[in-house]
């Protein structure tokens, strides 16, 4: 059998990640699971370098995902958990990997490589309690805040929905109060 054909077959001859046609390949995912078409998948030049050399990504490039993640075939599913794990600090990401299911043994190998686990220097937000708050979670006020610039005071037990984080400062989120879009020191909320 003819690997690369089979995959061509299967593919409809395009990129089984963002649908190019252009500079097709066999790509072997790691670590490798019983051979054949379970293991494999055809990938386009693009999408190969940026797998392999992180440096080189684009997260634009990525918001494929959004299609391919729903593939039938585990090796596609796997990679598409990968590249979207690599890539959740953007925001997008992370919200569909919240709506991504694989079966156990499928999420394992997807997390066999490593990709998306915390690395010792990522930025961890933990609100007043030190519950792990992400981008996206809800949380309330704890304590008035008086908001800089304005005569505004956010007033303690106030929901915030849908915070997005500061990437680089692990005390900084920001949410919408009052219609208001302001940043809130982490220590100052409850996650909800």
């Given at each position: 059998?003819?690997?690369?054909?089979?995959?061509?077959?299967?593919?409809?001859?395009?990129?089984?990640?963002?649908?190019?046609?252009?500079?097709?390949?066999?790509?072997?995912?790691?670590?490798?699971?019983?051979?054949?078409?379970?293991?494999?998948?055809?990938?386009?030049?693009?999408?190969?370098?940026?797998?392999?050399?992180?440096?080189?990504?684009?997260?634009?490039?990525?918001?494929?995902?959004?299609?391919s993640m729903?593939?039938?075939?585990?090796?596609?599913?796997?990679?598409?958990?990968?590249?979207?794990?690599?890539?959740?600090?953007?925001?997008?990401?992370?919200?569909?990997?919240?709506?991504?299911?694989?079966?156990?043994?499928?999420?394992?190998?997807?997390?066999?490589?490593?990709?998306?686990?915390?690395s010792e220097?990522?930025?961890?937000?933990?609100?007043?309690?030190?519950?792990?708050?992400?981008?996206?979670?809800?949380?309330?006020?704890?304590?008035?805040?008086?908001v800089k610039?304005?005569?505004?005071?956010?007033?303690?037990?106030?929901?915030?929905?849908?915070?997005?984080?500061?990437?680089?400062?692990?005390?900084?989120?920001?949410?919408?109060?009052?219609?208001?879009?302001?940043?809130?020191?982490?220590?100052?909320?409850?996650?909800?």
């Open positions: 059998m003819n690997i690369e054909r089979e995959l061509g077959k299967r593919s409809n001859h395009q990129c089984e990640l963002c649908a190019s046609t252009e500079k097709l390949s066999v790509f072997e995912v790691q670590p490798p699971k019983n051979g054949g078409l379970e293991a494999n998948l055809l990938i386009c030049e693009i999408c190969r370098d940026q797998i392999e050399n992180p440096d080189n990504t684009d997260p634009n490039h990525w918001r494929c995902l959004n299609d729903w593939s039938e075939h585990t090796p596609v599913k796997v990679m598409a958990w990968r590249m979207l794990s690599r890539l959740r600090k953007e925001g997008w990401p992370q919200d569909l990997l919240d709506m991504f299911y694989l079966e156990d043994e499928v999420l394992e190998w997807a997390k066999a490589t490593g990709e998306g686990a915390p220097n990522q930025i961890i937000h933990r609100d007043s309690n030190g519950a792990v708050i992400e981008a996206g979670d809800s949380v309330v006020l704890i304590k008035d805040l008086p610039g304005s005569s505004m005071v956010a007033k303690r037990g106030t929901a915030v929905r849908r915070v997005s984080l500061d990437h680089e400062n692990a005390e900084y989120i920001e949410g919408k109060v009052d219609g208001q879009q302001i940043v809130i020191l982490t220590k100052f909320v409850k996650k909800i």
